[in-house]
C-alpha cells in the first residue's frame, strides 16, 4: 500500500480543501495538479466521468467524489479517524457532510463564489446581483439557522475533528473569499466553530496556499505554489483558463 | 436496538427505491409514510431540511439523505453487507451510488422522468421536448457508455450484490416508467446487470407497488397500497398533490 497520493484540483475549491484537511490530519504524503478551475483535458475526463475535483490517484486506482475519498482515505488510514465512531453520530456527520456538498454547493459556491469571483475574474461576466443577494440574505441565512441547531457549545461537533466539522469549515471558507462573515451575534456556535476549526494547523497551512492562489494569474499559479512549497506535480491536466484573471475579490 | 424503522417517501422515487430494496434485503420491518413528490408539511421540513425523501425515522433519531441510510443500515445491521468487502471496490460502489445520486439523478429523473410523468400529471404543464431528447438523445448514452465500461460480464458489479448495483437498477426503473429501455446491443451488460437485479424478489414486491402508484391518483394511493399489503403508516407527513392526477405514463 502506498502513501504517495496524487490529487487533481485545485485549492481553491472546498471539495478539494475537505480531502486536502483530512490528509494533513492523517500526515499522507501526496502531490497535487492544481488544475485550473473549469478546465481540464481529454485525460482528465477520462479520470472524471463527471469532470468534477477532486480526483484522487492511489496507484493504478482512481477514486472521485470528495465524500468518498475522504471515507477511502480514513479506511486505510483510521488514526486518526474522522468519522465519529457510534454509528448515529457517524451517520449525522455524513449528513451534514452532505449537505454541505449539495446545499452550501448551491448557495455559497454557486451563488455567491462563483457570481463574485470565477464568473468575473475567469469569464469575465457581470455578477448576477440578484442570485447573490437571493443566495446570501435569503437562503444563507436558512442555513446558517440550521447549521447552528446542530452545533455544540464548545469543542467540535462530534468531540473529535470529523468530516463534519471540515466541511462546514471549508465550505465557509469560500464564503470567506467573497467577503461572507458568519455573524457571530446571530449564529454564535457556528461562528466560533469555524474558528476553532479553521485554527487547526492543516487549515492553517492550506489557507496560505488558498489566498495566494486567488491573487495570482492562472498561468503563474503553479510556479508560485511550488515556491511556497507545495507539493505540485510536473504534470498537467489542464492550465489554460479561459481568461487570464486574477481573483481579486471584493 | 430497534428494527421497526419508519421510512418518510413514495415509491416512485429512485432514493426510496434504494433504501428500501436494503432493507428487503436486510428482512428489516419497517412502516411507510408514502407521501406524495413534491409534497410536505411543517413538520416533513422539520424533518428533513432539505426536504428530500427519504427519511428514515429510528426511535428518536432521524436520518437523511439516501446514501447515509444505505450506510446507516449495513453498518447497524451487517448482513447481509451491501458494500464490497474490498476497501477499494468499496470506493468504487459509493462512487457509483453517487454517480447515479447526482447525475442519473439529472438525466433520467430531472430530464426524462419529471417531464414526461410528473410535470404533466402532478402539475398540468407540458414537457419541455428539447430538455428530453438532450437527457435521452445525447446525456443517457454517454452515462450508458460509462456505466457498461465499468459493468461484469456476469453477477454483480462487485461479486455479491452491492448498494451500486442496488442504485442503477433503482434509477433505470424511473426511466422504465417512461418507456425508456437500455439497448441490449448498444449495451449489453447493462441491460443484462439491470435484468439480474430487478429479478430480485426484493425489486419484484417493491415493483407491484411502484406500478400501481403511478396508476393511482395521489389521494386513494394509501388505501390501495394498504390493501396490497404495504406497511402504509396511519400518519402522513403531506397527501395534497397540487393536482389529483393519475400518471399514465407513455
Given at each position: 500500500m502506498t502513501t504517495d497520493y496524487h490529487i487533481i484540483g485545485n485549492y481553491i475549491s472546498p471539495y478539494v480543501r475537505k480531502v486536502l484537511v483530512c490528509m494533513e490530519l492523517k500526515s499522507l504524503h501526496y502531490t497535487i495538479d492544481p488544475i485550473a478551475p473549469f478546465v481540464g483535458n481529454e485525460r482528465f475526463s477520462e479520470l472524471s466521468p463527471l469532470r468534477r475535483i477532486p480526483v484522487l490517484i492511489d496507484g493504478e486506482r482512481v477514486i472521485n467524489d470528495s465524500s468518498v475519498i475522504c471515507q477511502y482515505l480514513d479506511e486505510l488510514h483510521p488514526r486518526p479517524s474522522l468519522y465519529p465512531a457510534d454509528i448515529g453520530d457517524r451517520a449525522q456527520a455524513r449528513w451534514l457532510e452532505e449537505y454541505c456538498d449539495s446545499w452550501l454547493g448551491d448557495v455559497v459556491i454557486w451563488g455567491m463564489f462563483y457570481q463574485k469571483g470565477v464568473k468575473r475574474y475567469l469569464f469575465g461576466e457581470e455578477p448576477d446581483e440578484a442570485v447573490i443577494a437571493r443566495a446570501r440574505d435569503e437562503q444563507l441565512p436558512v442555513a446558517l439557522d440550521y447549521l447552528e441547531s446542530q452545533m455544540p457549545a464548545e469543542g467540535f461537533l462530534f468531540g473529535e475533528i470529523s468530516v463534519a466539522?471540515?466541511?462546514?469549515?471549508?465550505?465557509?471558507?469560500?464564503?470567506?473569499?467573497?467577503?461572507?462573515?458568519?455573524?457571530?451575534?446571530?449564529?454564535?456556535?457556528?461562528?466560533?466553530?469555524l474558528e476553532r476549526t479553521w485554527a487547526l494547523?492543516?487549515?492553517?497551512?492550506?489557507?496560505?496556499?488558498?489566498e495566494r492562489s486567488l491573487r495570482t494569474p492562472l498561468p503563474e499559479q503553479r510556479k508560485m505554489l511550488r515556491e511556497l512549497g507545495a507539493p505540485v506535480s510536473a504534470e498537467t491536466l489542464g492550465t489554460s483558463p479561459p481568461r487570464r484573471g486574477v481573483m481579486r475579490l471584493e
Open positions: 466539522d471540515i466541511s462546514i469549515a471549508s465550505f465557509f471558507r469560500n464564503a470567506a473569499f467573497v467577503r461572507y462573515a458568519v455573524d457571530a451575534q446571530r449564529w454564535p456556535r457556528t461562528a466560533a466553530l494547523p492543516a487549515f492553517g497551512k492550506l489557507g496560505e496556499l488558498e
